[in-house]
């Protein structure tokens, strides 16, 4: 430390509070240089990140068997925010009375599989073109849709929280998820 | 039921029961059969296949045995011939005919008078290993009682019969007596008697037997051939004997349980069952189970319950749908009890793989398996109800219809976030330093540790560990983490083939 330096640390130190005792142990505060900072107020540490992603449903996985399937939305939102009127007058459209009888006659164009869930926002995702069918199948396949799960066993609910989602099916080959390394 | 010199072999039987559904306990262990379908076929008694398991249970337990049948059934031909195959020291009394002289032999007094003694001949009871009373419904009553002590206890005039070990009888059915089954001169047994038998089994007629046992039955050729431990019944006796010796626990509490139950049951219509039944009830399913393969069946435990009852023994027939019923009531409560015993087990068991064979392999029900799924994944610390969900998803996803739609649905739920991870680490570090220089200190000893796995483990253990660290789970040995990721995945694996089903 040059003479000037230790001067103006000398000037410095008698502007700065007293270190309280507790803080001023050996053990606690052992460089002396840091005696200065205790109590000041001033943080000693801070919470740092980094990026944790690994998006197996998403990005789909070859050696596990996890693939991901058609993307499905209703597009555009309704104004009024009403999405089950929009899908009944969908339906109604289509010629259907019923959300069944219209999975029934469309079934040919529906997941068969039991699969998994992830919600896609982006809606460029999508691979359909918005149209009033394209929109109704979405509609049919997002009634079927529980959380994470979409199941053809299931019944066909028709309500805003569902409607207003976009997702992904992801099917799940269940012998490559569980394969060993060396088979 | 007449015999034929050309016998036919078991194995040569069409194996009727083997076709059946069987609707069985869990968690016993699996015994092979005393002896295969249609044993009784070797001795020449057809017809009687639905019994012949109860018939060795008998044999097994040494407990009293009576036929109940009208004449000409076979009911006499079959316990000789029994005796013969095993090659027992037999009487064969007629309780019609009997006098009592002919059981203990003519009585003189011993040399100072102090005790009498019996003279005896080749048709006294003294030596007999086997005694079969016949017709023992047109005994007199008299002779009922002195019978009574042979039947009960082994015993004659107060004395022991050592080589006695097994006591059967034969009677015509005595409950009709306004048509053409009335036998004349049968009476209903004493209650008291009738209730020291252990089994009564109602033997098949005519009606009852399949065209080809007929054709076999009124065969006249064979008649008088002796009958031979063909088939190994005597080792047959003597294991079922070793096995009843040595029956687990388990069995006799299923089989208590079950009987208890019964017999309450059949309280409200009237059906008495004294204690000493409900016990000899329990011996019988005991060993029964044991004949037939060593876990409790419920058509098994009908047929037993069924010929288990003294009724017949004083002409009472219980409604076969009063019986069902009890027995259906019983049966439940038991399976209701192993299924609550099993879902604690399992959901006690620590190791994850353990239950999640468990799970898979041996639930009683779906019902029971979505719930100790769905219990599992709550009550479990989330590093590892997250492993189990990924274990069973691929199984679970694959046969819906064996576990649920809820436990899908909770086994996704669970998954689903480990295997999409977007997400960040966060931790503190100290001004000055680099985060560069100091990294997540958990995400490096998982680097540590996915460094040296193979690329699928390597797969599955990042997202693990990704999802651990995003939601701030503690991961405080990440290679005993990542051990039983592995474990428990290959624990699901043989489940997965759609011909593995639990």
């Not at chain 1, 959300?99 to 995702?125: F, G, N, Y």
């Not at chain 2, 060795?56 to 013969?84: C, I, Q």
């Not at chain 2, 049951?265 to 037939?292: D, E, G, M, W, Y």
Request: net charge negative; aromatic share 6%.
């Amino acid at each position: 430390m040059t003479p000037l330096l230790a001067h103006i640390r000398r000037l410095v130190s008698s502007w700065l509070p007293v270190p309280a005792g507790a803080c001023c142990t050996a053990g606690i505060r052992a460089p002396r240089e840091e005696l200065h900072w205790a109590n000041s107020g001033g943080p000693r540490s801070r919470i740092v990140t980094t990026p944790l992603v690994s998006r197996l449903l998403s990005g789909g996985s070859a050696s596990l068997g996890l693939n991901p399937g058609k993307a499905y939305g209703i597009d555009p939102a309704p104004s009024d925010g009403d999405w089950r009127s929009l899908v009944r007058t969908l339906l109604a459209k289509a010629g259907f009375n019923t959300a069944e009888q219209a999975w029934h006659a469309w079934r040919d164009e529906l997941p068969e599989d039991t699969a998994m869930v992830i919600d896609c926002d982006d809606p460029k995702s999508r691979e359909d073109n918005g149209s009033p069918r394209a929109n109704l199948i979405a509609a049919l396949v997002l009634g079927r849709c529980c959380g994470a799960l979409f199941s053809p066993e299931r019944p066909i609910i028709w309500s805003d929280r569902r409607l207003s989602r976009h997702v992904r099916l992801v099917n799940c080959d269940a012998e490559s998820f569980t394969q060993d390394d060396h088979e | 039921m007449k015999k034929r010199k050309q016998k036919q072999s078991p194995q040569d039987q069409p194996d009727a029961k083997a076709q059946t559904p069987v609707i069985r306990l869990d968690g016993f262990p699996d015994l092979p059969r005393l002896l295969p379908p249609g044993w009784l076929r070797s001795l020449g008694v057809y017809g009687y296949d639905e019994v012949e398991d109860l018939i060795l249970t008998a044999l097994v337990t040494g407990d009293p045995l009576l036929l109940v049948g009208k004449a000409g059934t076979g009911k006499t031909f079959l316990l000789n011939s029994l005796s013969e195959a095993l090659g027992l020291e037999h009487r064969h009394y007629n309780a019609s005919l009997i006098a009592f002289d002919d059981l203990v032999g003519f009585p003189y007094p011993e040399e100072g008078g102090a005790s009498i003694r019996y003279i005896q001949t080749p048709a006294t009871v003294w030596q007999a290993e086997s005694v079969l009373i016949d017709e023992l419904s047109r005994c007199k009553p008299e002779h009922q009682n002195r019978l009574f002590s042979l039947v009960h206890e082994r015993r004659i005039q107060g004395l022991d019969l050592p080589n006695l070990r097994y006591r059967w009888a034969a009677m015509n059915p005595c409950e009709a007596e306004d048509g053409d089954e009335f036998y004349d001169g049968s009476v209903a047994l004493d209650q008291a008697l009738a209730d020291r038998f252990a089994l009564l089994i109602e033997v098949p007629d005519w009606d009852a037997m399949t065209e080809d046992d007929r054709s076999l039955v009124a065969d006249a050729r064979g008649i008088g051939a002796i009958s031979v431990d063909g088939i190994g019944l005597v080792r047959a006796v003597e294991e079922g004997r070793r096995r009843f010796e040595n029956a687990p626990d388990r069995l006799h509490e299923a089989a208590l349980t079950y009987a208890s139950a019964v017999a309450t049951q059949l309280l409200k219509p009237s059906v008495r069952l004294s204690p000493r039944r409900v016990r000899l009830l329990s011996r019988n399913l005991v060993a029964s189970t044991l004949v037939s393969g060593g876990v409790p069946g419920r058509d098994g435990f009908y047929n037993t319950l069924a010929r288990s009852l003294p009724q017949p023994g004083w002409g009472v027939r219980v409604e076969d749908s009063v019986l069902r019923g009890a027995h259906a009531t019983a049966w439940d409560l038991l399976t209701r009890g192993q299924e609550s015993r099993w879902l604690s087990a399992v959901l006690s068991e620590s190791r994850l793989a353990k239950r999640c064979t468990e799970l898979l392999a041996n639930a009683p029900s779906p019902d029971v398996a979505a719930m100790a799924i769905r219990q599992s994944l709550v009550q479990l610390p989330k590093p590892e109800a997250a492993i189990l969900a990924l274990a069973l998803l691929p199984v679970i996803k694959q046969r819906p219809d064996d576990f649920g739609q809820e436990s899908l649905a909770a086994v996704v739920e669970t998954a689903a976030p480990v295997l999409e991870v977007q997400s960040e680490a966060k931790w503190r570090l100290r001004d000055g330093l680099e985060p560069q220089a100091n990294p997540h200190p958990t995400l490096t000893a998982c680097a540590a540790v996915l460094e040296g796995l193979p690329p699928r483990r390597r797969t599955r253990a990042t997202q693990l560990f990704y999802h651990c660290i995003a939601h701030e789970l503690p991961i405080d040995h990440p290679e005993a983490l990542e051990r039983t990721l592995d474990e428990t995945i290959r624990a699901a694996k043989p489940f997965t083939s759609r011909t593995n089903k639990p």
